[in-house]
């Protein structure tokens, strides 16, 4: 799976690798719908570390598409809330 973290790049992340992304996403989904910022912040930043850690970088110049799009490290807590849907931002 190719996962793109905006303004960042993509990453391979293994279908296995998934269950540990959706509980990080669980905990950004939980912070946003709480509004709390802090929680939010502290997330949406293990989220994204997770999938840098977890993935391998996808080539720079490779025209594949994303099968997962998340927002850069820098996003809002409103934003985020935009781009949720009933999985969070993580399916599964």
């Known amino acids: 799976m190719i996962v793109r973290i905006l303004g960042e790049g993509q990453y391979d992340v293994s279908d296995e690798a998934l269950g540990r992304l959706n509980e990080l996403d669980a905990v950004v989904e939980s912070a946003v719908d709480g509004n709390d910022e ?18 391998v970088h996808h080539a720079d110049d490779s025209l594949d598409e994303s099968d ?7 996003a809002s807590i409103d934003e985020v809330r935009q781009m949720l849907n009933d999985d969070g931002l993580i399916p599964g």
């Open 38 to 55: 802090a929680a939010f912040e502290a997330a949406l930043a293990a989220l994204l570390d997770g999938v840098r850690t977890i993935g």
């Open 68 to 74: 997962l799009i998340l927002p850069p490290a820098d």
